[in-house]
């Protein structure tokens, strides 16, 4: 699986950016997939994870009722809404792919090559 992430940017605090995540292969709906995100110096961060059917979300609880996790398995896409974008969410976010739903950042086998975001304050 080869996952590209796109929508990342510069936005002002209070805002908010829809990433997407597009993967390749006709396997993507058989995968857990993950938003992790990574300042310098520090390991990723999982932030939200679902279900290869979707039907299950988890999320951090830094970002727990302002981040929404989704997906378009007929797009092989998946997305993160994020709203109410605080300057700490400054990172690199990561989308990544696993056989089971997990926050462990180790678990997920494939991973996209990543997409900035920064925030303004």
């Known amino acids: 699986v080869q996952l590209v992430e796109s929508g990342g940017g510069l936005v002002q605090a209070g805002g908010s950016l829809r990433l997407s995540c597009a993967a390749s292969g006709r396997t993507f709906s058989r995968y857990a997939m993950a938003w992790f995100r990574q300042t310098p110096g520090k390991e990723r961060e999982f932030e939200a994870a679902i279900s290869w059917s979707g039907d299950s979300t988890y999320y951090a609880d830094s970002v727990k009722g302002r981040f929404t996790i989704s997906r378009d398995n007929d797009k092989n896409t998946v997305y993160l809404q994020m709203n109410s974008l605080k300057p700490e969410d400054k990172a690199v976010y990561y989308c990544?792919?696993?056989?089971?739903?997990?926050?462990?950042?180790?678990?997920?086998?494939?991973w996209g090559q990543g997409t900035q975001v920064s925030v303004s304050s």
């Open positions: 990544a792919a696993a056989t089971v739903v997990t926050d462990i950042a180790r678990v997920y086998d494939y």
